[in-house]
């Protein structure tokens, strides 16, 4: 499989709290994305960073992307209850680069 | 732009029946895929569509399952005949530049073959 995994599946931390979590891939990519799924929804995109970049900001969330690690990892910082939902790293994955890859997810639960 | 439409959002139908879902992508998007989402597979991509034309469908479980895209505005997946192992959610999503741009995704059609 060439689809990015997360880590750890499964995340329980308290509301203020920062939470991590990890995407590990195994082909070269041009970028990597991630997503958040809300119970029952489909996928919102979060944030895209490219192969040239290192971290990247957006609102309460920082992603890194270390291509030589072949990983990337997402923190929500201060968390709310709201941000109770699973979330995956895709990428980009075939020779055009066409198709988009998902990891199985991680799911993260944010007690108020 | 009211987003990915898909339809229906439900479909509960009985093993050996044909099911047809159906996807609206964003006016102006030229990518066009395909997911199907299960508690054990994860969201597999069964496949993409650029400018109408399919480009991937290795991801297509078995011959049962096929698609169309007739035109840049609609798409359709069909399975014939379905099986209980079909029941998943089913998930279209579109965008710009396939996997190198955000994709976006509608609501989803939740399968289930009884």
């Known amino acids: 499989s060439q689809q990015g995994e997360e880590d750890p599946q499964a995340l329980s931390i308290q509301e203020g709290e920062n939470a991590t979590m990890n995407c590990s891939y195994k082909t ?78 991680t799911k993260l639960s944010v007690k108020p | 732009d009211a987003g990915v439409i898909q339809s229906p959002r439900h479909e509960v139908t009985e093993m050996g029946q044909e099911v047809t879902l159906r996807c609206k992508p964003i006016s102006g998007h030229d990518y ?39 035109n840049a505005s609609f798409s359709t997946l069909k399975i014939q005949p379905s099986e209980p192992r079909d029941s998943a959610v089913y998930f279209c999503a579109s965008s710009l530049g396939a996997g190198n741009t955000e994709a976006f995704f509608g609501q989803g059609t939740r399968l289930t073959v009884v």
């Open chain 1, 28 to 105: 070269s990519i041009n970028n990597l994305q991630w997503y958040r799924q809300n119970s029952g929804r489909g996928l919102v995109h979060l944030i895209l960073i490219r192969s040239n970049e290192r971290e990247k900001h957006s609102g309460r969330l920082r992603v890194t992307l270390d291509t030589s690690k072949k990983s990337s990892s997402l923190l929500i910082t201060a968390s709310r209850a709201a941000d109770t939902a699973s979330y995956f790293c895709a990428t980009p994955y075939g020779g055009s680069q066409g198709n988009l890859i998902f990891g199985k997810g």
């Open chain 2, 32 to 70: 066009l895929f395909w997911y199907r989402q299960t508690m054990m597979r994860g969201l597999e991509l069964l496949i993409y569509f650029n400018n109408n034309v399919p480009i991937d469908d290795s991801g297509m479980p078995e011959d049962r399952f096929s698609a169309k895209m007739p």
